[in-house]
Every structure is written in structure tokens, then in C-alpha cells.
């Protein structure tokens, strides 16, 4: 079974720094591309990021580029968001997905349960 | 930039048919995917390629995708489908999502 947890998430100050953190079981983690996409209260889904299987291909939301860092470590089966210059828009819960191939291009099959981000001076 | 327009809401008495659309430029050209999301919870495909189901959906979700609309049908209406529901699709190595249906049941 997929099963995929997300961790880091917390309240933080304008400007400041987190690393979220999705680990992943269940499946051959390298094999596949994963996505962050986030959620502010009451709104809807947002894509934030994607990283290929292999690591070398990043992609990025345009609200995000600059700001924020995709990476993963396939001998932890663990996939990484690392946002910085945070904003009070980027107050969101943050999901890990999973892609359906290596590279992202399909659908998310699979899902976390997600880490809320708290932007609050 | 490529957008993606879903209703805000539909509402169906249990037992009829719900139709949740998805408009965007040449949608037909493009794979669309559905995503069905209840409050507190994480999102749930329902619905991927167009008209592919994931193992475990009910076949009374379906999906259809020509010219510039794409469709989520989802017949004989439970009282627990009521939920929301996003479309997504690929373009330009980013990924898309609508604004999002709230489907109501009556």
C-alpha cells in the first residue's frame, strides 16, 4: 500500500524559513515523480512543484520560483520542499503526491495527508 | 497562461446524474484528470486520462474530454459524493488545477 507522510510544516514568521518533508513507502520510490501541491484555508488546490524520479529534473510554480526548493534522497525514500522568504500567501496545507511515471506528466495517483504551513507575525 | 474553468457549484437529488465540466483552450488535446476531495481531507483521484478509473472508483464515475470542454459524470448520485471536485492537466511542464465544483446533494 502507498503510504505517503508529510512532516515540518509549523508556524513561522514573514521572511523566514521551513523544510517540509514527505516520506514515502509502499513503492519503488525512484521509480516514479513526485509533486508538492498546496491548499490555502478555503481555497482550492494549488501545484507548487515537481521533481522527476531521478532527481534531475525540477519544475516550479511561477508564485514560488526563486523562493522555494524541490529536492528528494531516493535511498531515504524521502522527497523535500525547502521554502524560504516565506509570505503570508504561502500560508497553505502542503501535500505530497505521486505521480504515475518518472516524469511528471499524469495524474496524481496518490496523495499524503498533508502539512499545514502558518505564515503569522 | 493556460486556465482551466469549472463551476463553482452543482446540485443533483440522490439517484440522478451529475455533470461537473471543465473548460479550457483545445482541453480536448490535452489529458484531463479528476480529483474528488471531502472537507478535512486529503484529494482523491477519481477519474485519470480522461475516462480511466483508478481501481477501487465506482463506475458510476466517468469522464469524457472533447474540443474545449471536459466532463466528470457521475451517475445515480450518493449522499456521499457530496464533496469537492478539482480537474487538473499538464501543460508547459506545469501542472493546472480549476477553481474547483462544490457538488451538492439535494
Known amino acids: 500500500e502507498v503510504q505517503l507522510v508529510e512532516s515540518g510544516g509549523g508556524s513561522v514568521q514573514p521572511g523566514g524559513s521551513l523544510r517540509l518533508s514527505c516520506a514515502a513507502s509502499?513503492?519503488?520510490?525512484?521509480?516514479?515523480?513526485m509533486s508538492w501541491v498546496r491548499q490555502a484555508p478555503g481555497k482550492g488546490l494549488e501545484w507548487v512543484s515537481a521533481i522527476s524520479g531521478s532527481g534531475g529534473y525540477t519544475y516550479y510554480g511561477d508564485s514560488v520560483k526563486g523562493r522555494f526548493t524541490v529536492s528528494r534522497d531516493n535511498s531515504k525514500n524521502t522527497l523535500y520542499l525547502q521554502i524560504n522568504s516565506l509570505r503570508a500567501e504561502d500560508t497553505a496545507v502542503y501535500y505530497c503526491?505521486?505521480?504515475?511515471?518518472?516524469?511528471?506528466?499524469?495524474?496524481?495517483?496518490?496523495w499524503g495527508q498533508g502539512t499545514l504551513v502558518t505564515i503569522s507575525s | 497562461s493556460y486556465v482551466l474553468t469549472q463551476p463553482p457549484s452543482v446540485s443533483v437529488a440522490p439517484g440522478q446524474t451529475a455533470r461537473i465540466t471543465c473548460g479550457g483552450n483545445?482541453?480536448?488535446?490535452?489529458?484531463v484528470h479528476w480529483y474528488q476531495q471531502k472537507p478535512g481531507q486529503a484529494p482523491v483521484l477519481v477519474v485519470y486520462?480522461?475516462?480511466d478509473r483508478p481501481s477501487g472508483i465506482p463506475e458510476r464515475f466517468s469522464g469524457s474530454n472533447s474540443g474545449k470542454m471536459a466532463t466528470l459524470t457521475i451517475s445515480r448520485v450518493e449522499a456521499g459524493d457530496e464533496a469537492d471536485y478539482y480537474c487538473q492537466v499538464w501543460d508547459s511542464s506545469s501542472a493546472l488545477f480549476g477553481g474547483g465544483t462544490k457538488l451538492t446533494v439535494l
Open positions: 503526491a505521486k505521480d504515475r511515471v518518472p516524469v511528471p506528466a499524469t495524474a496524481f495517483g496518490s
Open positions: 483545445n482541453i480536448g488535446s490535452k489529458s
Open positions: 486520462d480522461d475516462i
Open positions: 509502499g513503492f519503488t520510490f525512484r521509480s516514479y515523480a
